[in-house]
């Protein structure tokens, strides 16, 4: 783990700066603290020094973290891995944010399983924008009518797009991501968020339009796999 998470997360934050400088970009960026797998103490010290949101891509990672963590009242879970239809109550009851929409059928599953206590679920369309048959994700072509189904249902609120780019893509996949972005502001203003680029990508995401970003190495070091 490293060191000194508050240090890493300035480093971080300075670097985001610097590529919004560079390239002029106007909007809001949310930097997303990748801790699956990393113990709660790192997100307490990440939390200490002012990071919020946290992306978690096992169910049961993010019940058990949301569930030890409660006390930090500030903090906002993203839950960002494939869903499996079996787990949507537990996303339902404890996240924040989705960004691994891909079908219907899990869309009115986390709409029906959303507590109704809780503010609306907060969710991303996935777009396998590589076309790869090891990714999920809807296609591009299916976005529109997936954004379309899942704006009606109760208890969500459709904020946007979600990808995961073949490595080494580059900026022309993440130029076709902004491009339906934008495409789909036009039916559905509110959609706003284009969540994309991790630890090898993030600054051509950024300069393409990414509103979120998903780092974990940069903030809590190498992944530890065995405190899954």
Same mark, same amino acid.
Request: glycine share 2%; net charge positive.
């Given at each position: 783990m490293t060191d000194n998470i508050a240090e890493a997360l300035q480093r971080t934050q300075q670097a985001i700066q610097q590529i919004q400088r560079q390239y002029s970009l106007p909007h809001r960026v949310r930097l997303i603290a990748v801790s699956k797998t990393k113990p709660a103490e790192a997100i307490v010290r990440a939390y200490q020094a002012g990071q919020r949101a946290y992306g978690e891509n096992y169910v049961q990672e993010l019940v058990n973290k949301a569930t030890e963590l409660q006390a930090l009242t500030e903090l906002e879970w993203h839950?960002?891995?494939? /869903? @499996?239809? =079996? $787990?949507?109550? %537990? /996303?339902?009851?404890?996240?924040?944010?989705?960004?691994?929409? %891909?079908? +219907? $059928? !899990?869309?009115?599953? *986390?709409?029906?399983?959303?507590?109704? %206590? +809780?503010?609306? +679920?907060? !969710? *991303? +369309? @996935?777009? =396998?924008i590589s076309a790869e048959d090891s990714k999920a994700g809807v296609s591009p072509h299916d976005m529109p009518a997936l954004a379309q189904a899942v704006a009606k249902l109760p208890g969500l609120e459709l904020k946007g797009l979600m990808a995961i780019p073949e490595p080494g893509s580059g900026k022309v996949t993440f130029a076709r991501m902004a491009e339906l972005s934008a495409l789909l502001q036009q039916q559905h203003p509110q959609a706003t968020e284009l969540s994309m680029g991790m630890s090898d990508d993030w600054p051509d995401a950024l300069a393409c339009g990414a509103t979120m970003i998903r780092l974990g190495t940069a903030i809590f070091g190498a992944r530890d796999y065995h405190n899954r």
């Open positions: 839950f960002i891995g494939p /869903i @499996q239809s =079996n $787990k949507t109550r %537990d /996303i339902a009851r404890y996240a924040h944010w989705v960004h691994s929409v %891909d079908r +219907l $059928k !899990v869309a009115e599953r *986390l709409s029906a399983q959303r507590p109704a %206590d +809780l503010p609306p +679920l907060q !969710v *991303l +369309l @996935q777009i =396998n």
